[in-house]
């Protein structure tokens, strides 16, 4: 079984925080690697200001280099919509894979927002990791109330993948203050960069043209 995190997002676009945080969760959970699931669209944020597809997968794919990160649009192939949905089959398509899910805490503030999230929770481990101005709000959130009795000690993150789910381990990390949305108001042409750029998808291997084939 390959230990493997999974970050979703939008990437609009990637950057250094994305980054950053996903090496310390690979280290502090001794993962092989991470794929960073570049959302075809959220169905919790306005499409307004989104950049296409393939921009914000080539970003991502910019941003991993180097690193054990894989950019992928495979929510894209798969045709799901929902995070629920996407974890079904890619439990399915990748058994010899032990997948945990990624989160900041601004996500787990709203976690009880996502369709299934209760099914979510039930799929795969989730590891979050602290956000400035919503640590407060996630402990506090609805999930936390449920999730709440499944924590498992800091102390213990390096053993997730000998937890069955429900299993939600507390990354401890300085707070990284990096937002997509402050990069968008600097640069709000930073897609533009990308326009020629016809991504191949790290998973899959395939460019987004041929995603359905």
């Known amino acids: 079984m390959i230990p493997t995190g999974l970050l979703g997002g939008s990437f609009n676009p990637a950057h250094r925080s994305h980054r950053r945080i996903t090496l310390h969760a690979i280290r502090a959970l001794e993962l092989d690697e991470v794929w960073w699931l570049v959302s075809p669209g959220n169905p919790l944020k306005p499409q307004k200001g989104m950049a296409p597809l393939a921009a914000r997968l080539a970003s991502a ?90 924590v498992r000690p800091a102390v213990e993150r390096g053993c997730w993948t000998k937890r069955r789910p429900p299993a939600l381990v507390m990354l401890r990390s300085p707070p990284d203050p990096g937002s997509a949305t402050r990069l968008r108001a600097a640069h709000p042409d930073w897609h533009l960069a990308f326009s020629r750029s016809t991504p191949r998808d790290a998973v899959t291997r395939r460019t987004l043209l041929h995603m359905k084939d």
Do not use: C
């Open 61 to 150: 794919r910019s941003m991993a280099r180097g690193a054990p990160i894989r950019a992928t649009a495979i929510e894209a192939r798969l045709a799901t919509r929902y995070t629920a949905e996407t974890l079904a089959k890619l439990t399915r398509r990748y058994p010899h894979r032990r997948f945990i899910w990624l989160m900041g805490a601004d996500n787990l503030a709203q976690f009880h927002r996502w369709k299934d999230w209760r099914r979510i929770a039930r799929m795969v481990p989730i590891a979050v990791f602290p956000r400035p101005g919503y640590d407060a709000a996630a402990r506090r959130s609805v999930a936390m109330g449920w999730l709440r009795r499944f």
